[in-house]
Every structure is written in C-alpha cells, then in structure tokens.
C-alpha cells in the first residue's frame, strides 16, 4: 500500500523536474513568432508592397532577433528578462513590417 503513493510521488517529481527543465532554455511563444514574420515580408514583396531597400532592412531585423535568441540560450537558460527582450524585439519587427507594407511606397509592377 505504501508503494503506491511513493511510486506516484517519484513520476510526479520527474515529471515536473522534465518539464523545468525543458520551459528553461525552450522558448515556444518566440520559435511560434519566427515564422509568421517571414511570410508577412515574403506577401509584401510578392505583393510589390515592399520595395527592395524595405525588404533588405527587414530581413536584417529578423537575423538580429535570431542572434539575439541564440545568444540567450547560449548558457542553457533563458531568463525572464532575456525573453522580454526578446518578445520586445519580436513587437517592434511585427510593427516595422506593417509599417513598410502600408506607407505607399510600392515597386513598379513590371511589364
């Protein structure tokens, strides 16, 4: 009888030790953030929204938050200020997307 509440308390405790471990270095709401940037650039050129000078500063934006994230999990742990860093970069790169795709500078449409 007794061994049934031990064995329960040992999955538990590894389980939660499991997942500290991981929520330490993984960062999910960042990796789940790097890809939607990527296509919005990509709809913009597309779309001739963004010009090539546009699209060459944005690109460099996202290469410095990907830096800027290996950085933080360089030492095996991503601190909450490392990841607000993060999340503020990301905020700024999604505003600076909109704003180049909406300020009417347009590529000529060739033809």
Excluded: C, W, Y
Aim: glycine content about 8%.
């Amino acid at each position: 009888m007794k061994a049934i509440p031990v064995l329960l308390s040992a999955v538990l405790l590894a389980a939660v030790g499991a997942s500290f471990a991981q929520g330490v270095t993984a960062t999910p709401r960042i990796d789940q953030r790097e890809q939607r940037p990527e296509q919005r650039i990509q709809q913009g050129v597309g779309s001739g929204a963004l010009t090539p000078r546009e699209t060459v500063r944005l690109e460099k934006e996202q290469a410095h938050i990907d830096k800027a994230e290996t950085r933080a999990k360089a030492d095996g742990d991503v601190r909450p200020g490392e990841r607000k860093r993060l999340t503020k970069l990301q905020n700024r790169a999604s505003r600076d997307i909109r704003h180049q795709k909406h300020d009417r500078q347009a590529v000529p449409p060739k033809g």
